[in-house]
């Protein structure tokens, strides 16, 4: 029929779904700002005949729109045909709580959980109560403080592997009976390596697939801008390279150092083929009470509008950063992935989103880097910290101001020394969160912190 629409077309790209999925123009007032709803509890229509809503621990409309948007942005690829331009017409489906941490909590409770309440059956795989996690050696702080001391009690088990290290054989033997999930972050924390995710998917999908491990890959330093794990990485289309893909939106997504909240995102694949995971998920963030506030939900709604134009300064700020730095007599042991002289450029080339454009310097690869000072003391790095005008000297990352922190001493202090050693996290290490201020500004402040510690220590 003449000016009908296809019955099929393309999705939307990134931004423009960014702005526009979950905050369509209000049907009654035609206001483009979705309303916040900030009611505990919803009239019942009659007993158990609810509008979708009973009670906000359990769902918020507000909620439901940033849960909407988030999968959107995780799992619908740019440019694909589907049925909606915008949103994913699969079933893959997005939960946020109320910070990372409570969404690193849920997951540990995921494995524990008996197979009857939606969970990963435990050591048995059935009834619940012990289970395995492997994980990434160089992981953030506070997952490893969860899985190896909080989650305990529960009787989890979790093993900390140097994946590069280990290769395809060393994998497979670190996967027990009872390992029920494989902990990853692209890049880890703090030391930006990047794991072979290609091949530790291989490895996982030669197993069973009733019984395999599930892959969960954490995507805090990119964003769903610059990395989408849950989407076919064009490997002769091979699977997804993570089942569940998590963030702390308290970072980039957020953008503005003034959210805390988190995310996990399951695939459409294993949604399919694993539908107790949802809802296991479903009730321990319902009966953890770890349901976010609807106006920090409210509030990321309108940061992810423009996740993609920060990300972009980021990545170009942070890749010019780390390429200044690496050409600086008075440091060492840059870390960069997206820098084509580091040793995992290879490694990301293939796995970074097309949204990443390439530059004569690399790729930009989020907006995190970390690198030393060479031969410069605990008091050193300290004194470079809190000489810098422009940076701030504080945990977190992700927004739009710089950031500086001494992993040793901060986010990571309280591992053992043993573990600090054998990762390379020294007192002279520093993270550096680069935000979106002026290039020259940024290079300008970091050569004022160097020139104090090299006026002190004659570095």
């Not at 924390?189 to 998917?201: A, E």
């Not at 995102?265 to 976010?292: D, E, I, M, Y």
């Not at 840059?334 to 002289?341: D, E, F, I, N, S």
């Not at 989103?353 to 008091?379: C, H, M, Q, W, Y």
């Amino acid at each position: 029929m003449t000016g009908s629409l296809p019955q099929q077309q393309r999705h939307d790209h990134f931004s423009t779904r960014s702005i526009h999925v979950g905050s369509e123009p209000d049907p009654s007032t035609g206001a483009v700002v979705p309303s916040l709803s900030v009611a505990t509890t919803f009239k019942q229509d009659g007993i158990g005949k609810m509008r979708g809503y009973d009670y906000s621990r359990s769902g918020n409309p507000t909620r439901s729109a940033l849960e909407e948007l988030l999968t959107s942005l995780e799992t619908s690829p740019s440019g694909a045909v589907s049925q909606d331009s915008r949103s994913d017409a699969s079933i893959g489906e997005s939960l946020v709580f109320a910070s990372g941490s409570a969404a690193t909590a849920a997951v540990a409770h995921w494995v524990t959980l008996s197979a009857k309440e939606g969970g990963a059956g435990g050591k048995d795989g059935s009834t619940g109560g012990g289970g395995h996690i492997l994980s990434v050696n160089d992981v953030y702080g506070g997952t490893a403080r969860y899985l190896a001391r909080t989650a305990r009690p529960t009787g989890l088990e979790v093993t900390f592997l140097d994946f590069e290290k280990a290769g395809k054989d060393g994998i497979r033997e670190a996967i027990r009976p009872d390992t029920r999930l494989i902990w990853l972050e692209i890049p880890t924390n703090p030391l930006l390596l990047v794991p072979p995710l290609r091949l530790i998917r291989d490895v996982v999908h030669s197993l069973p697939a009733a019984t395999r491990p599930l892959i969960l890959i954490d995507t805090t330093f990119l964003s769903s801008f610059y990395i989408t794990p849950l989407l076919s990485d064009g490997d002769n289309n091979s699977p997804p390279l993570a089942d569940i893909a998590y963030s702390s939106l308290s970072k980039y997504s957020g953008g503005h150092s003034d959210i805390i909240l988190g995310s996990l995102t399951v695939s459409p694949l294993t949604a399919s083929l694993r539908p107790n995971l949802l809802k296991g998920l479903r009730f321990l963030q319902n009966s953890l009470g770890a349901s976010p506030s609807p106006r920090d939900c409210h509030l990321l709604i309108r940061s992810l509008k423009t996740l993609s134009v920060r990300m972009i300064k980021h990545g170009l700020n942070a890749l010019r950063v780390a390429a200044w730095l690496n050409d600086h007599p008075a440091v060492e042991r840059v870390r960069y992935p997206g820098l084509k002289t580091d040793g995992a450029f290879r490694e990301i080339s293939h796995l970074i989103s097309p949204n990443a454009k390439r530059e004569t310097l690399g790729i930009p690869f989020g907006g995190v880097i970390t690198f030393a000072i060479k031969d410069a003391s605990a008091e050193g790095a300290e004194r470079f910290c809190t000489t810098l005008r422009i940076a701030t000297l504080a945990e977190s990352l992700g927004g739009v101001e710089s950031l500086v922190e001494v992993p040793y001493g901060m986010t990571h202090s309280h591992l053992p020394q043993e573990t600090l050693s054998t990762l390379g996290i020294t007192p002279n290490l520093i993270r550096l969160s680069v935000g979106i201020e002026d290039y020259d500004d940024i290079v300008d402040d970091l050569q004022r912190g160097l020139a104090a510690v090299a006026a002190t220590e004659k570095v």
